[in-house]
């Protein structure tokens, strides 16, 4: 098969721009000839071989992942397919066009993203993980270029070339699978050839620590244990960074088992935020009150905001439980459940 491309595909989309190329495809800005003003991004498979066996392979494996595309075809932030066409031995995919920025771009054109975008960023890949790993696909190449934010702030995830339809047993791959990855954002059992579902958990982890300290993963430091060494590269709240941290643990055992699971954390930890600063609002005072600023009036007013915080604090499991024997060192406020577990 040659590497070339004809200007016109099935008599309806005109070839007119080069979007990208990968190792084994080109991806193109085509315009729809039946449907003025309709444009679609088409990935060229740029395979070759003269074995016929190799070629009869290839379409075998081409034709998977058509099914694999299809199948996620009902997600909003998942580009829609609309059709594959062979022509010459070669193979095309048909596909929404999605106007906008990489996520590696706006990373690099801003530095590095703040905490309240970061956090966003979490929220909603979360929801396009679910539904990917609710279909039996490990996406296995989650990285800052292949997310695009489009013109609304919208994110969509891309690049399903490397995704795999496994069969799974305990969360395991039976036998090893094809190895792709990206250097720096894929785990260790990814590597060598055994991605699972968490797999996907520690390239989003690493995805938004490059979005929150500016710096890809090559430029952060792995310490004796093969930890990521992040935390003192960015100005971001314990919580978040407890759950980053936990994403791309080392191991797969002590990572999230699933997206699920991450899911339950993420929430718990914003519902705890939201409702302290709801509370934190709703008890502020005015330190200047008009019967005068004497700290005998600003007083009651203080200790009130300071119990209703520790209340709020206790509620949310954030203050450690009264013991009668308790140790000489206090205990840390911050929630202890994304921790690293060091092994």
Do not use: C
């Not at 990935?43 to 595309?69: C, D, G, M, P, Y």
């Not at 706006?106 to 929220?123: G, H, N, T």
């Not at 430029?219 to 244990?225: E, F, K, N, Q, R």
């Not at 409702?275 to 005998?296: D, Q, V, W």
Request: hydrophobic share 40%.
């Amino acid at each position: 098969m040659s590497t070339g491309i004809s200007k016109i595909l099935g008599g309806r989309y005109e070839i007119v721009a080069l979007l990208g190329e990968g190792g084994f495809s080109r991806t193109y800005l085509a315009n729809d000839l039946l449907q003025s003003g309709i444009q679609y991004a088409v990935k060229h498979f740029t395979f070759s071989s003269s074995n016929q066996n190799e070629v009869v392979t290839a379409k075998q494996l081409f034709q998977r992942e058509v099914t694999i595309l299809k199948n996620l075809n009902g997600h909003p932030q998942i580009p829609k397919f609309y059709e594959y066409l062979e022509e010459n031995q070669e193979f095309y995919l048909i596909q929404q066009y999605i106007q906008g920025n990489t996520l590696s771009k706006e990373i690099k054109s801003r530095q590095k993203l703040e905490e309240p975008e970061v956090i966003k960023i979490l929220d909603k890949l979360i929801n396009i993980l679910l539904f990917v790993h609710s279909n039996n696909i490990i996406h296995r190449d989650i990285k800052p270029e292949n997310i695009i934010v489009d013109d609304n702030d919208n994110l969509f995830l891309i690049d399903f070339g490397a995704v795999k339809e496994i069969i799974v047993k305990n969360t395991r791959l039976q036998k090893p699978g094809t190895q792709i990855y990206t250097q720096g954002y894929s785990p260790v059992e990814q590597m060598r050839g055994y991605p699972q579902f968490n797999s996907d958990i520690y390239a989003l982890g690493m995805t938004l620590i490059e979005a929150i300290t500016g710096l890809e993963p090559q430029a952060l430091t792995i310490d004796s244990l093969g930890e990521v060494v992040w935390r003192d590269k960015a100005d971001v709240s314990n919580w978040l960074a407890s759950i980053l941290s936990k994403m791309v643990s080392y191991e797969s055992s002590t990572r999230y088992q699933s997206v699920a699971e991450l899911r339950q954390d993420f929430n718990a930890n914003i519902s705890a935020t939201k409702l302290l600063n709801t509370k934190m609002m709703a008890t502020s005072f005015n330190p200047y009150p008009t019967s005068g600023n004497s700290i005998t009036n600003v007083a009651p007013y203080i200790i009130l905001s300071l119990l209703s915080i520790m209340a709020i604090l206790y509620a949310a499991g954030l203050l450690p439980e009264k013991r009668n024997n308790a140790p000489k060192n206090q205990q840390s406020l911050l929630p202890e459940r994304a921790l690293i577990v060091d092994v």
